[in-house]
């Protein structure tokens, strides 16, 4: 069964509004969780890391106001894209790591800015 | 500067036969772990093979075995027996240190791969 529930699997919003997107982990502590950004076609990109009870480390380029990165407890974190706009759209996925050394995803959420 | 290469865009391979996905990866790290992810496009990432720096034996998982050669610094996958559901894109991924302390993980570009029957 799935280790890390990302919610949800795809969103449609309109330009100008919010979206939250979940990462729950499932039967442990996730003190650490990954963000990735992927576009069609290419590869992951890192965009951020969070720390539970900490701020988040943002990657170079990536805007700090625009996606905002929440890890309140050790079994959520949270990712909002602030006044989404089209070029927002992308397939964004979440990661963390268990106790060995494999990662696990989420099931990434589709965006949709229109 | 790009520390995850993956030369073949995309790669064809007869079903039942063996390919073999290529990787290098560049790092200044002593401690590093090298993975392989498959991803379908229903778009979920599925954890196949890790190698680990000081690992002196080429990891293997069932139909998957990586061919690492860490002075060329590559760590190419091979997958035996090619069947129709291995059609997928599969990505090559380094975790390493953080100046900040900490680890990261950065991918390949991918190589997509089409499994013939």
């Known amino acids: ?114 | 500067a790009q520390k995850i290469t993956q030369t073949q865009p995309g790669m064809f391979v007869q079903e039942k036969e063996a390919v073999t996905l290529d990787c290098t990866y560049d790092t200044s790290d002593q401690s590093y772990g090298l993975f392989w992810y498959k991803q379908p496009s229903s778009g979920e990432m599925i954890f196949l093979i890790y190698q680990g720096s000081y690992d002196e034996q080429n990891a293997t998982e069932g139909r998957y075995s990586l061919n690492f050669q860490k002075a060329r610094k590559s760590t190419n996958l091979v997958i035996s027996a090619s069947q129709l559901g291995d059609s997928a894109m599969y990505f090559c991924a380094m975790r390493e240190s953080r100046n900040t302390g900490g680890f990261k993980t950065i991918f390949g570009a991918g190589t997509r791969l089409f499994v013939k029957a």
Not at chain 1, 21 to 46: G, H, N, V
Not at chain 1, 65 to 92: G, Q, R
């Open chain 1, 1 to 114: 069964g799935a280790v890390v529930s990302q919610h949800p699997s795809w969103v449609i919003c309109k330009s100008g509004t919010s979206v939250k997107i979940e990462c729950r982990s499932l039967d442990f502590q996730a003190t650490t969780m990954f963000w990735y950004r992927q576009f069609p076609k290419q590869s992951l990109m890192l965009m951020a890391t969070s720390n539970e009870g900490s701020k988040a480390t943002y990657e170079q380029g990536v805007e700090k106001d625009k996606f905002l990165i929440n890890h309140a407890s050790l079994t959520l974190s949270t990712l909002t894209v602030t006044s989404a706009h089209p070029e927002d759209s992308s397939f964004y996925i979440c990661s963390t790591t268990g106790l060995n050394t494999e990662a696990f995803f989420g099931q990434g959420t589709r965006l949709t800015v229109v």
